[in-house]
Each structure stands twice: as C-alpha cells, then as structure tokens.
C-alpha cells in the first residue's frame, strides 16, 4: 500500500466525525498527521476535553485485516506479540496484578475483556471464575479452548453475560483501540457488581513523553483510536457512576515483575543491560504534580 493520505478513500476511511466522541463537543482542531504507518492516519483533539482521536477513523474492514494471524505473530507491520511464546514471563506480571487487585476483591466473576489468548485468565483462574470478550478469531479459538462458552469471540455489543455479575472487569490496553469508549465504560459499569472493581490500562496523553515526542510518540498506531489524558478518563468514568476511582503511576505494581517478564525478549547475558532502561523508566514515572505525569503509562481502579 502506498504511504499517502487520502481521507476520502473509503476503501480504508469511514466518513470523518464533526463531534467529540468523548463529550460530543464540535471544537475539534486538527493534531498530527502520523506517518509511520502506511497508510498514514490522522489524529484530532477536541479543545472541551482535550480527547484525542483518530479522524476519520480506520473502517471496519481495514480493522478486521489488522488483527489477523501477522498481528499476532509479529509478521504485520503494525503487530502484538504471541502472548503463549512469552506466558512464563507474563505470568510475573500478571500475578503481581492479581495480587494488588486481591487487595479490594478476593473472589467472584471475573471478565477480561480483550482477553487474547486468555493468559491473565488463566492465572485469575485460581480465585475468580474467567470471562473473556475478543474481537479476534485467531486468539479467541484459543481461549475458547481453556474456557468454553465463558469466552466470546466478538464485540463487547453483542456479550452474551448478565448485569450486575462481575466482581473484577479488567481492560489491559484496550480502550485505546475502541471507537465508542463512552458505551464500553457505561457496559461494563452495567456488567459489575456493587462495589464491583474496573482495572483499566492505558497511556495518558498529558504526560510530558507523549507532548514531547508529539507524532512519533510510540502510541500513535493504527489500530489505536482513542487516546486519553487521567482527567478526562477518569470524569467519563465518574459519569458513568463509578463512585471512586484511584490512578497509579506507572502501574499498580513494583518494579520487579516488570523486570522478570522483560527476559523473554533476551538472547544473551548482555541484555541485562535493559533492566537499566526499564529501571530508569519505572522510577521517573513516579514524578508526577497535580495533573503532570512524566511518563505515560497509568492504570486506574474504578469501583461501582
Ligand atoms: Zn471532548
């Protein structure tokens, strides 16, 4: 594909939105046109909320063609890693997560949603009973086979689950690819229990990383359509009902699962060399007045 940008190809482009998705205001000013995909995209921010958006968003067809078995195996250019290759290494941080999370709920249902290939499920497996939600066949078949019917292979529009039925929603670097945020946090807000926990992870657009590298922010991709800031996430969340919410900086966890899990991607002792990096990066994300973060990664608790 050539790397133009063509906002009236439909082929690859819905029609453009003249509305906020977040607050539906019309103040929308152009950001960045990102051009290390091919093909290039376009990123708004609406001046109400300061959301930014992809504008005009990928359709659906150019979506489903990403997440195919390349974005998987890391053979597509815009790709995820197999999670089964690197599970031991995962599971560090995946327990680490389950165990602060354990902190505010001990047991009950519990629904990933962009579950993958079910590997925080099958470690939450051990207290909570697992639900998964994913778009993707290829990765969905697999979690299908661990969990049965409690996995549903499709968009969180057309779940099969009950209200008022989850302990724990989890949404790991999900709501950055969805294009209606808004009714995914008003579905899972539904889909909790009563002091019911919502674990979300996504990058927060505010913090000093994402302003300084403006368009080559590593972020900026194309199956990412929805980019937030802590304030506006947390007053959707706050709109939606959830009754307290709490942000951690970089992540609700120390610095050593991160650590143990990066070695799946070491090919000899001189890797050791990255836990500086990784180091480094955990202890200025700590730095962080009023609404100024320094690095982008946050996670939030939000209880119904
Ligand atoms: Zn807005």
């Not at 504008?55 to 089964?84: L, Q, V, W």
């Not at 999900?174 to 807000?189: G, M, N, Q, R, T």
């Amino acid at each position: 594909m050539e790397n133009t940008f063509d906002i009236h190809n439909s082929e690859i482009f819905d029609s453009p939105l003249s509305s906020c998705p977040l607050c539906s205001s019309l103040h929308i000013n152009k950001l960045y046109i990102i051009t290390s995909y091919s093909p290039s995209f376009k990123v708004d921010q609406c001046s109400d909320c300061n959301f930014i958006f992809m504008n005009p968003r990928f359709n659906e067809k150019t979506i489903c063609n990403m997440y195919s078995n390349d974005y998987y195996s890391g053979a597509a250019e815009y790709s995820y890693y197999d999670e089964r290759k690197a599970e031991k290494f995962s599971n560090y941080v995946w327990d680490s997560r389950l165990r602060a999370l354990r902190k505010y709920v001990k047991s009950g249902n519990f629904l990933d949603i962009g579950c993958a290939f079910g590997g925080l499920l099958k470690r939450a497996s051990k207290y909570f009973t697992p639900y998964g939600v994913d778009l993707s066949e290829y990765s969905g078949k697999h979690a299908k086979e661990l969990f049965g019917d409690n996995i549903h292979i499709g968009s969180l529009n057309s779940h099969p689950f009950d209200y008022d039925f989850f302990s724990v929603v989890t949404m790991i670097e999900l709501i950055e690819h969805v294009a209606d945020p808004v009714s995914l946090i008003k579905e899972s807000y539904k889909l909790l229990k009563e002091n019911g926990l919502l674990l979300l992870q996504t990058a927060n657009m505010n913090a000093m990383q994402a302003k300084l590298l403006k368009d080559k922010y590593a972020m900026y991709m194309p199956g990412h359509l929805s980019y937030f800031t802590t304030r506006n996430l947390t007053d959707l969340l706050r709109q939606a009902g959830f009754r307290k919410i709490k942000v951690y900086y970089p992540v609700e966890f120390g610095l050593l699962p991160k650590l143990l899990k990066s070695r799946y991607r070491f090919k000899s002792a001189f890797d050791y060399i990255r836990w500086l990096r990784i180091s480094y990066y955990h202890c200025i994300s700590k730095i962080r007045f009023g609404n100024f973060a320094a690095t982008s990664s946050m996670v939030v608790y939000a209880f119904k």
